[in-house]
């Protein structure tokens, strides 16, 4: 009998540990007229699922990694049980084709008149032998490919009707439901589909280039000797790379073992010397992060000796910079990092964001991801480097951060500002310059301040720019903007508000009438961008706020364009700095807050500013660019 009670999840894992979870086919996705078509399956359907028998399966262990590894926690403890049977005997039989396929290309090679030396790639070999294992390598990636789009645990898209591929984020998740594509198709997951990604890949590199690669240790190597450096590191411990490589080397190895045995010499990944904060690794997060300190301070130790000395040292990282206070920080990963970097010796000159992620991506969809990597522009710290106190440094921030700070969201000619979801880690880049040029900083009782209190000084220097309190903004625009952090665009009592707008130098009713709030039986609400009226003029309104200012140019700018939008602001060129200003205030202010729809409004606001910028000019309204407020 069913009842409407819920299965506690506790029982749902025991009974998989027991072996007892099973799977059952629910539908046929098929191609039909007019796009695609879902049909029940039938029993003879179903049967295929289990008639397959794979030759052999991946029997080795799932390592345990409870953050990003969860299948282990439902019984599903080997890489085998990731597949079904089907899926394992085409994979497997897959692998087996590679090294058969190495002999034809061998015997094909040596036909054409290359060199047969029978040396291999392992062995810097150049003829038939090192060309027939480059090209088996290369169809090993396909298997992998298949592998990520041929698992228990491929999801499926139901927006796109399409499957989703095992790694839409850096992890192995249960599902409970699963997409299988059918590998001798012309779909999405099919071999001649990732055969044919592969090859568009090796295509547009060219031939005209000669690289190498090698592998070494980092705080050990010497490959960098005078060389101009880029490196991208690990970040902390927010990617499990060796334990998540497992799932592709299961499969490498069955087919590339004998033409790499040193590579493939062990049944997994090797994980020990792996520079990752894992606490699950290491027993403890004290040590994890003792750990990841020391490999990453030897590693950069290297970089800063050994780099060419006429060219900085860029470092990219992609970890979020969450706000940093007085009690704790959620960004240990990030501190950690930047200790490493300094006590190397490296002065930070600057830090840039850089577009490197895909928009659209699973773990950026509905957040306030971080949309770029941070390049962190590094360079040997001058001998002759002093030692300040700490109210010195504040004395340096204040100076010079109100001005790296306009350069930042003032953007120059040709180039955007910086969008509001990078700014906090952009703006991290002048303070530090001002932290890394000194030997150390003392604080008052004498001792080294650390990177985590630079932090908090830096963002408090950060927040003190963009609040509208240290501007000119009306008192209107202060009023919504602390009724906005503590109620969002939810009512609150007219006593409160009343209150507030008396201490900003307001009323309710000059508020109201301004046209930002909703006021009436005892509640006060602010208006969203989407009520704002749609015939606003700002040249007739007698009482225009900065707040209905940019409200009203993110109404436009989302209803009507960018070449609209420019033509409001022609109209009032004077709010034009104070727009921009508030638009990136109330985006960290969201964002701190969690609140992703809100944030993304003010977000698309600045980084459509350029164009808007420039579609006032030709709107040929009052005003110049540098009476808009802007310095390109």
């Known amino acids: 009998m069913l009842s409407e009670a819920s299965i506690p999840v506790k029982l749902i894992r025991e009974e998989g540990k027991k072996g007892k979870l099973k799977e059952r086919l629910m539908a046929i996705v098929a191609e039909g007229k007019n796009g695609r078509v879902f049909l029940s399956p039938t029993k003879e359907m179903e049967k295929c699922l289990v008639l397959a028998e794979p030759a052999w399966k991946p029997n080795t262990a799932i390592n345990h990694n409870p953050r990003d590894i969860r299948t282990q926690l439902y019984g599903l403890m080997e890489y085998a049980d990731l597949f079904n049977k089907r899926q394992q005997t085409a994979l497997a039989t897959l692998s087996d084709l590679i090294p058969e396929m190495k002999m034809r290309i061998l015997h094909d090679a040596i036909k054409a008149g290359m060199d047969d030396d029978g040396i291999g790639l392992a062995d810097g070999g150049v003829g038939a032998q090192a060309y027939a294992e480059s090209i088996s390598t290369y169809l090993s990636f396909v298997i992998g490919q298949v592998a990520n789009h041929s698992s228990t645990i491929c999801g499926w898209n139901s927006a796109n009707t399409q499957m989703r591929s095992v790694f839409a984020r850096q992890a192995l998740p249960m599902t409970w439901d699963y997409a299988e594509s059918n590998i001798f198709s012309s779909s999405s997951g099919s071999f001649n589909n990732l055969f044919e990604r592969l090859v568009k890949g090796f295509t547009a590199l060219g031939n005209g280039c000669v690289g190498s690669a090698e592998q070494a240790d980092a705080s050990t190597q010497s490959i960098s000797k005078l060389k101009v450096i880029s490196s991208d590191p690990p970040y902390y411990d927010n990617i499990g790379y060796a334990d998540l490589s497992d799932f592709f080397y299961v499969w490498m190895r069955r087919a590339l073992k004998d033409s790499f045995p040193s590579l493939f010499s062990t049944m997994a990944v090797p994980k020990s010397e792996e520079l990752v904060a894992a606490p699950y690794r290491h027993g403890s997060k004290d040590i994890a992060d003792s750990f990841f300190l020391e490999g990453m301070s030897k590693a950069i130790n290297v970089m800063a000796q050994d780099g060419h000395p006429a060219f900085p040292v860029t470092i990219y990282y992609a970890f979020k910079q969450s706000d940093t206070r007085e009690d704790k920080t959620a960004s240990t990963g990030w501190e950690t990092f930047l200790d490493a970097v300094i006590n190397a010796g490296f002065c930070i000159d600057g830090t840039w964001p850089v577009r490197t992620e895909k928009e659209g991506r699973a773990v950026g969809i509905g957040a306030n991801a971080l949309a770029s990597s941070v390049v962190l522009v590094c360079k040997r710290r001058a001998s002759s ?95 919504c903007d602390d009724w906005f952090s503590q109620y969002g665009w939810s009512a609150g009592s007219f006593g409160e508000a009343d209150t507030l707008a008396r201490a900003k130098g307001t009323s309710v009713d000059g508020v109201r009438d301004a046209g930002v709030i909703e006021s009436g039986a005892g509640k006060v609400r602010l208006l969203k961008w ?21 409200h009203q140019m993110i109404r436009v700018l989302n209803q009507q364009g960018e070449a609209d939008a420019g033509a409001l602001l022609a109209r009032m060129p004077e709010q034009g700095e104070h727009i921009r200003q508030l638009a990136y205030h109330l985006y960290t202010l969201c964002e701190r807050k969690k609140w992703a729809e809100e944030a993304r409004a003010y977000n698309e606001l600045i980084g459509s500013w350029h164009a808007i910028v420039a579609a006032s000019q030709e709107a040929g309204e009052r005003g110049s660019q540098s009476e808009l407020g802007f310095d390109f």
């Open 530 to 550: 989407s009520e704002y009226p749609k015939n606003w003029d700002p040249k007739t309104d007698d009482r225009t706020p900065v707040w209905e200012a940019c």
């Open 385 to 479: 480097s002093t030692t300040i106190t700490r109210r010195q440094f504040q004395r340096e921030l204040r100076e010079k951060m109100p001005d790296a700070l306009e350069a930042m969201i003032g953007g120059n000619v040709g180039v955007s500002p910086i969008a509001p979801v990078d700014l906090a880690q952009a703006a991290i880049g002048p303070g530090m310059a001002i932290y890394s040029r000194y030997e150390s900083i003392l604080e008052a009782d004498g001792s080294n301040m650390s990177v985590h209190d630079a932090l908090i000084l830096i963002n408090r220097a950060i927040t003190e720019y963009l609040n509208p309190d240290s501007g000119s903004f009306d008192s209107d625009t202060l009023f």
